[in-house]
């Protein structure tokens, strides 16, 4: 029997979603929850269970492809018997999905009024809708250089020329994350390369030997593009889109909705640096590797018990002030697909060591790029930790519905008064956003005096109850 799986709306409310790679071809043998392919929303790429255990039957989209929620994705051959030791079988997947990848519910193919839903929730699927394509990579007919690809212009080239001829549509190229991240470094295309690794895979040794020889030219229609803007002047030109559409809607949306106000705050941190190296050196507390933000999450989590307007929204609709009672504290994250704030569920309730280690694994999924689309709703505060790019201050714009966001600068080494003398000390300026409609300025000004006194003062922390 044949069983279609359509795409489900994946918990954010979005109608599309686009398929960055199957994980499986037509004909494989499948079991129930395995995962069998990728799609990227505008927030993360999220992991898709199979929903049945079977065979392929077919596949109705292509990697690269946007497929509109509701529309259907991949038919199953369920009839099939399917097992570990199965001709061709692969590698089940766990019983029970793991985070990322949420329990599937199967659609029926002729049920258009509710198709599946992989949290429970979303927008209604769209019957008879069929995949949009994006415009596909091609080769050039013709090149005026020996080169055979084209690299990306990040870096300036004193000739560039737009390819003409375009012909020979093919697939987006198989590769890995780490793979991709380099040809993104080295200004690689990743559409003209020929992979050499098993199936066509392309490796770290293809861009590397492209990004050596390769000859300045332009993308083709979906990626980015260098044109030339005068006689002297070529621009490039990127698909706004993923992660980056997102961000940009939330800020213009947060910026034009809520009236930002930011106060700034130089603290002298010394105690918290020797805090720090204190217990980086203990061996009960080494592998937490507590830092300057957790202690400032720490701080600021302590803070909002006193200052509950700035762990708030503001409901236009229900014409209401929400109070939250817990603290998901967002911690914002530069990834390559842009900036992502996901967040510390009931921060306020962890431990020093604890944040130190929900910080670590929230960065390295985000930057891995699989931060859950839940793990990044409901955010009640936020942190930006500038400071690790070497910016000494900010002006943060506040994520939609929250009232506050606090910017970490870099910590330097400096001139300070300290007990009626100059000495050096370790200082660092914090700088808070707020919503005026929600926290007055003398409200805010206390919050963000209140964290500055638990940096100075670590032990503080153990007043504030």
Known sequence: MIQEFRLPDLGEGLPEAELVQWLVAEGDRVALNQTIAEVETAKAVVELPSPHAGVVHVLHAAAGDVVEVGSPLISFDVGAEVGPNAPGSKTPGPDLPGPEAPAPMTASPTDDAAGPNLVG????????????????????AARTSTADTAVLAAAPHDDIRILEALETVHERPRSTPPVRKLAKDLGVDLALITGTGEGGLITREDVRRVAESAAPVAAAPGAATVRAASADLEETRLPIRGVRKHTADAMVRSAFTAPHVTVFLTVDVTATSELVSSLRADRTTA??????????????????????????????EGG?????????????????????????????????????????????????????????????????????????????????GEAGILAIGAVRRQPWEHQGQIALRDVVTLALSFDHRLVDGEQGSRFLAEVGAVLREPGRAMLLG
């Open 320 to 400: 209401e002030i929400v109070q939250y009672h817990g603290v998901h504290l967002g911690i914002a994250a530069a990834t390559e697909r842009g900036l992502v704030v996901p967040n510390i569920r009931n921060a306020d309730r962890l431990t020093l060591p604890d944040l130190a280690d929900a910080i670590r694994e929230l960065a390295t999924t985000a930057r891995a790029g699989k931060t859950s689309p839940e793990a990044m709703r409901g955010g009640t505060f936020s942190i930006t930790n500038v400071g690790v790019f070497g910016v000494d201050a900010g002006t943060p714009i506040l994520n939609p």
């Open 121 to 140: 929730y979303g927008a209604a699927p769209r019957s008879g809708s069929r995949p949009r394509r994006r415009p596909r990579v091609a080769a050039p």
């Open 287 to 316: 592998e937490h590797r507590i830092g300057i933000l957790a202690v400032a999450a720490k701080a600021v989590c302590l803070a909002l018990r006193h200052h509950p307007t700035l762990n708030s929204r503001w409901d236009e």
